[in-house]
């Protein structure tokens, strides 16, 4: 299995980035997806997650700027990112509870991160 993210760049702040990943192999099924993020000298945190059947949760810090949208049939994750701030940057994890069709085991799966820059 393999988490693939993309959609990272320099935004000035005020503006919008998407991010996508997409989740590939031996996937028998996908329960919840998420974004998390690590800022420089921070820890990772939550930005937002969703459910297989749709119920999202958010950081307070990104509520009603965020949206995290999922495409089921593309076994794929979005973070639609509005009015960014400059304390959003950071790189940015998609991650998801996967169950293989190899082990049937329930495994969290990271993508590589991809750098999200707000610039004031």
């Known amino acids: 299995v393999q988490l693939q993210a993309s959609g990272g760049g320099l935004v000035q702040a005020g503006g919008s980035l998407r991010l996508s990943c997409a989740a590939s192999?031996?996937?028998?099924?996908?329960?919840?997806m998420a974004w998390y993020r690590q800022a420089p000298g921070k820890q990772r945190e939550l930005v937002g997650s969703i459910s297989s059947g749709g119920t999202t949760n958010y950081a307070d810090s990104v509520k009603g700027r965020f949206t995290v949208l999922r495409d089921n049939a593309k076994n794929a994750v979005y973070l639609q990112m509005n009015s960014l701030k400059p304390e959003d940057t950071g790189v940015y994890y998609c991650?998801?509870?996967?169950?293989?069709?190899?082990?049937?085991?329930?495994?969290?799966?990271w993508g590589q991160g991809t750098l999200v820059t707000v610039s004031s």
């Open positions: 192999g031996s996937i028998f099924r996908i329960n919840s």
């Open positions: 991650n998801a509870d996967i169950i293989s069709i190899v082990t049937i085991a329930r495994t969290d799966w």
